[in-house]
């Protein structure tokens, strides 16, 4: 091995969670600051709840919630479509209308 090209190995590196729990691994750091752990983790507590730092889960509710508005408005502008057809086919034809005359 070349000698003074590696990082330097801290084997008691200590990590410290959001939530207070802090362990130690083997890393090339000597501090480690983390959002979430397996002690505070979803996936590993069984619990409900988002874990999202960037915001995404809210952008995406929202996403819907306008989603949903156009949705109602297009549902609006369909049944009119399809009133406008339903009239257009049931106009009488010419010959119709002028016998209706007599």
Not at 50 to 72: I, N, S
Request: positive net charge; proline residues 3%.
């Amino acid at each position: 091995m070349k000698q003074d090209i590696h990082p330097k190995w801290y084997p008691k590196a200590t990590v410290t969670c959001a939530c207070g729990n802090s362990f130690s691994v083997g890393a090339t750091k000597e501090k480690i600051q983390v959002d979430i752990c397996a002690k505070c983790h979803p996936f590993f507590t069984g619990e409900m709840k988002y874990v999202d730092t960037l915001g995404r889960v809210e952008r995406f509710q929202k996403k819907q919630k306008v989603a949903q508005a156009k949705a109602v408005v297009l549902a609006e502008k369909k049944k009119k479509n399809v009133e406008r057809e339903r009239q257009i086919r049931e106009q009488k034809s010419l010959k119709d209308m002028l016998m209706g005359l007599k």
